[in-house]
């Protein structure tokens, strides 16, 4: 049975291990930016089988108008069960209907996110990172 958790913490290590178990590309290996990340993030929300962390939604927001859901990973060995839809809708009953939910998908998602409520649009600009 998945358990979720708005306010549980978790470690560097645990995230990287979801990261790495996802197909997500992310920095997997540099802890000390792992930890970061977390520390700085506005809202986790965890899915846990038992004492193994399978799932995140990590996400930046002012609370009151938007949020940007940097992460959505899920171990592939629990992917296609829910629970990333799961996290989703858990982010959004804990911000509210007057918060807009944004993110950047990887290529490999862009079919993914629409099934889960998501409108796709060409509205986006970036500035990729450098690292």
Known sequence: MIIYHTDKM??????????????????????ERLQKMIENADMLISAWDGDQLVGIARAVTDFVYCCYLSDLAVNQDY???GIGKQLVERLKETLGPEVSL????????VEYYP???FTQTDKCYLIPRVR
């Open 79 to 81: 992917q296609r069960l």
């Open 10 to 31: 978790i470690t560097a290590a645990e995230l990287s291990q979801v990261f790495a178990s996802s197909g997500i590309k992310r920095p997997y290996q540099d802890l």
């Open 102 to 109: 944004v993110l950047l998908s990887a290529p490999t998602a």
């Open 115 to 117: 099934r889960i409520g």
